[in-house]
């Protein structure tokens, strides 16, 4: 079956920098991959997607500070973040399906999820 398993989370000053990574196992061919955050009380929202022929979308919140990349060799997609601030806290978590470009940040459009890995940046 299809598993996605991320690490990489922890705790970090405002302005700081982190790497979460996101393995993906069982799953072949073409697809997309997306990280989504929820945070306390709040719906899931998505951050950044990147579709199968490496084209990405982020949400307005991380642009310029947010980086998603994924390196096939090694079936793990990745989320630099850098700048973070307190708004960024969540519970990141990635997912994977066979989503269009247009629809790369619509969380209803996966199938596959990791369990996630928090988040955590502190003022």
């Known amino acids: 079956q299809v598993q996605l398993v991320e690490s990489g989370g922890g705790s970090v000053q405002a302005g700081g920098s982190l790497k979460i990574s996101c393995v993906v196992s069982n799953y072949y061919g073409q697809y997309s991959m997306a990280w989504f955050r929820q945070a306390p009380g709040k719906e899931r929202e998505g951050v950044a997607g990147?579709?199968?022929?490496?084209?990405?979308r982020y949400a307005d919140a991380v642009k310029g500070r947010f980086t998603i990349s994924k390196d096939n060799s090694e079936n793990t997609l990745y989320l630099e973040m850098n700048s973070l601030k307190p708004e960024d806290t969540a519970m990141y978590s990635c997912a994977a399906g066979q989503v269009p470009w247009y629809d790369l940040l619509k969380r209803d459009a996966y199938k596959f999820w990791g369990q996630g890995t928090q988040v955590t940046a502190s003022s």
């Open positions: 990147i579709d199968g022929d490496g084209r990405t």
